[in-house]
């Protein structure tokens, strides 16, 4: 047989991921650098879990969704939201066919690795005045230091009047930083483990210098600035959920514009590309739902994480303001419901080949990224996708042309994570993880594909508007 036919037949049969950038049009990519200027607004201005969740409310209520509790006659085209403690969302299109018998569904997650401060945060140390923290999610500690920090979050008071912080995103702010040691006095630093650089306890920013009088040190002075200007006691800080995240703004990266650099992109590029997917979903034949959800970066626990029952409770609202709910009702309609895991994979970087098995790993640049399983070493702790649905998935995505590829999140006995796939599947549902492939995971500066981005997009809306 010619060389040429065995080309050819490998063409015809053979698979082999390819740069996403060959495959759109020229009107397609247009499209694609255009919707990367409304994400980079979006993930410039949410920065936490409340922030994205205001922001997500405010859209949806822009764009007809009602929120549930007001909503009284669902009908095939009506859009409702479920807003659970400001901190994680539910939004749906109700379609023509019984909740009963399925829904499909999106889960992304709005919360990122960051820094969180403690109850008891205030302190005082040779001058200084610093803040005592405790990171939140999975985090290289030595990267968060020596970087410009802004502080957001919400203080509530003990008469439950909210005070919102957002200090160190405008130019004029003064921003939080945490030191380290010079290169000339850190040789015995410089020898340690990269997980022991910086310890824990040691990220703690800078917070003021200046004493309020010879007398009087820098605490009070700090105290009394807080309090004229925000109203708050020290106390208050045991009610308040304050985060430092990266006072970095979205930029383009590369010559040919074709990536973003920002903060929080795991898993907010998911999150952004399920919010405006459902936004142009209507009288869809299934319901369709998004889900953004909160705690996923420490398991999702708590009432806002995806191990509570948030999600199973909007879809029995849902089911009971229009056919009347009962258990066995919403235990069906979970049970027939299909899913995608909306979450990040970890792109192949050629600086750090080792960690990643070619043949297996997703590209920057060649699509939206199925993964069968997540997990770690014998994917423990994964869904691992039902060979049928993820045909199904493929399908629905070759049918409407979305660019996409598949890999596993690094090598065997060296990689791992997990999503929120196996939470939903333990009702029995349909579940894959599909998601964007980043560079610099969890770091303060995450990189991301444009066309990646687009592709999640027209990936998550395609399914939602599937059979």
């Known amino acids: 047989m010619e060389s040429g036919e065995l080309k050819e037949i490998e063409k015809k049969l053979g698979y082999k991921s390819k740069n996403g950038w060959l495959k759109v049009s020229d009107e397609e990519r247009e499209k694609i650098f255009e919707f990367a200027e409304d994400y980079k607004t979006f993930i410039g201005e949410?920065?936490?879990?409340?922030?994205?969740?205001?922001?997500?409310?405010?859209?949806?209520?822009?764009n007809g969704f009602i929120n549930i509790e007001t909503a009284t006659n669902l009908k095939p085209g009506s859009r409702i939201y479920y807003n659970n403690k400001g901190k994680s969302v539910v939004m749906a299109v109700i379609g023509k066919d019984s909740v009963r018998n399925g829904f499909k569904a999106t889960a992304a997650h709005i919360d990122s690795p960051r820094i969180d401060l403690k109850p008891n945060p205030l302190y005082e140390d040779s001058g200084l005045a610093l803040f005592k923290t405790h990171y939140y999610g999975g985090i290289k500690k030595y990267q968060w230091v020596t970087i410009p920090l802004a502080l957001h979050g919400v203080v509530i008071k003990e008469n439950g009047e909210k005070v919102t912080f957002q200090l160190g995103e405008n130019d004029n702010d003064p921003i939080l930083y945490i030191t380290d040691l010079l290169p000339h006095l850190g040789k015995d630093q410089m020898e340690k483990k990269a997980s022991d650089v910086v310890s824990g306890e040691a990220l703690n920013p800078v917070v003021g210098n200046m004493p309020l009088s010879e007398d009087v040190s820098v605490k009070p002075y700090l105290l009394k600035i807080l309090n004229e200007k925000y109203g708050i006691v020290e106390e208050d800080f045991i009610s308040a959920e304050l985060e430092l995240v990266p006072a970095y703004k979205p930029r383009d990266i590369g010559f040919d514009r074709s990536?973003?650099?920002?903060?929080?992109?795991?898993?907010?590029?998911?999150?952004?590309?399920?919010?405006?997917?459902?936004?142009?979903?209507?009288?869809?034949?299934?319901?369709?739902?998004?889900?953004?959800?909160?705690?996923?970066?420490?398991?999702?626990?708590?009432?806002?994480?995806?191990?509570?029952?948030?999600?199973?409770?909007?879809?029995?609202?849902?089911?009971?303001?229009?056919?009347?709910?009962?258990?066995?009702?919403?235990?069906?309609?979970?049970?027939?419901?299909?899913?995608?895991?909306?979450?990040?994979?970890?792109?192949?970087?050629?600086?750090?080949?080792?960690?990643?098995?070619?043949?297996?790993?997703?590209?920057?640049?060649?699509?939206?990224?199925?993964?069968?399983?997540t997990g770690s070493r014998g994917k423990s702790g994964s869904n691992d996708a039902n060979a049928e649905f993820v045909a199904k998935v493929r399908k629905i995505f070759n049918e409407n042309n979305v660019v996409w590829q598949t890999g596993e999140l690094g090598k065997v006995d060296i990689g791992g994570g997990g999503t929120v796939a196996l939470y939903a599947a333990n009702y029995g549902m349909e579940v894959v993880d599909c998601g964007v492939a980043l560079l610099s995971m969890h770091s303060p500066y995450e990189l991301s594909s444009k066309l990646d981005l687009y592709m999640g997009y027209k990936a998550y809306k395609s399914f939602l508007l599937s059979k």
């Open 259 to 373: 990536m973003i650099g920002a903060y929080g992109q795991d898993d907010r590029i998911c999150a952004y590309d399920v919010l405006r997917a459902i936004l142009d979903v209507n009288n869809p034949e299934k319901t369709a739902v998004a889900i953004f959800a909160d705690k996923e970066e420490i398991g999702s626990m708590g009432n806002t994480g995806l191990q509570s029952r948030f999600f199973e409770n909007a879809i029995a609202e849902i089911l009971e303001k229009q056919e009347g709910s009962t258990d066995m009702k919403l235990r069906t309609a979970m049970r027939n419901a299909e899913l995608l895991s909306a979450d990040v994979n970890s792109g192949f970087d050629p600086l750090y080949p080792d960690v990643s098995e070619k043949l297996n790993t997703s590209y920057i640049g060649n699509g939206i990224c199925v993964t069968k399983y």
């Open 46 to 62: 949410c920065k936490t879990e409340r922030e994205v969740a205001d922001r997500i409310i405010k859209v949806a209520e822009e």
